[in-house]
T-cell receptor, first 113, second 112 residues
Framework: GQQLNQSPQSMFIQEGEDVSMNCTSS?????WLWYKQEPGEGPVLLIA???AGELTSNGRLTAQFGITRKDSFLNISASIPSDVGIYFC?????????????WGLGTSLAVNP | KAGVTQTPRYLIKTRGQQVTLSCSPI?????VSWYQQTPGQGLQFLFE???????NKGNFPGRFSGRQFSNSRSEMNVSTLELGDSALYLC???????????FGPGTRLTVL
């Protein structure tokens, strides 16, 4: 079945640094979703991408839909302590017509003030 | 619009008991999905309900069940609780013809 691989698994950075993480798949995705989860809370949608090559920003966050449709990238510029959390990528399962979301295992981000 | 709500937020049970968790989706959303999340793990898909029908199911034992009501509110039930069932249970709703899911805050279940 389809799987999403996220890297890196975890990151520990200094406040002010830029962050890059990515998500890859062995098969094509038509939509890429990026979520952030803070401790004890549910994931919150950050950015949704619908078109190959699409580059979308949400404040200091920028995500790109890879042109091969098998990967996506999330960048955070000038990180701040409140960026701490786990970042998940997700996309709809293309096997069948059930539109179940496939999830990566997440990138855990820690920011040192 | 109010977001997805889940009750209770925290729950402590003992092995062998059963538990029922509740989820109210965003108004107008007809799809509700349930996930189990354990420390260091991603989101493990349990099942999805749409218009009171189970549309998708993950690879969990039959002890895990769910249902959806006509107002789209959903419940999930876990019978004969095991220690390994301790987890954050997340509910997400989806509306229209979109893949984007919106999550509730989760129910933290601890099994002693």
């Amino acid at each position: 079945g389809q799987q999403l691989n996220q890297s890196p698994q975890s990151m520990f950075i200094q406040e002010g640094e830029d962050v890059s993480m990515n998500c890859t798949s062995s098969s094509i995705f038509n939509t890429w979703l990026w979520y952030k989860q803070e401790p004890g809370e549910g994931p919150v949608l950050l950015i949704a991408l619908y078109k190959a090559g699409e580059l979308t920003s949400n404040g200091r966050l920028t995500a790109q839909f890879g042109i091969t449709r098998k990967d996506s990238f999330l960048n955070i510029s000038a990180s701040i302590p409140s960026d701490v959390g786990i970042y998940f990528c997700a996309g709809p399962d293309n096997a069948g017509n059930n539109r179940k979301l496939i999830w990566g295992l997440g990138t855990s981000l820690a920011v040192n003030p | 619009k109010a977001g997805v709500t889940q009750t209770p937020r925290y729950l402590i049970k003992t092995r062998g008991q059963q538990v029922t968790l509740s989820c109210s989706p965003i108004s107008g959303h007809r799809s509700v999905s349930w996930y189990q999340q354990t420390p260091g793990q991603g989101l493990q898909f349990l099942f999805e309900y749409f218009s009171e029908t189970q549309r998708n199911k993950g690879n969990f034992p039959g002890r895990f069940s769910g249902r959806q009501f006509s107002n789209s509110r959903s419940e999930m039930n876990v019978s004969t609780l095991e220690l390994g069932d301790s987890a954050l249970y997340l509910c997400a709703s989806r509306g229209g013809n979109t893949d984007t899911q919106y999550f509730g805050p989760g129910t933290r279940l601890t099994v002693l």
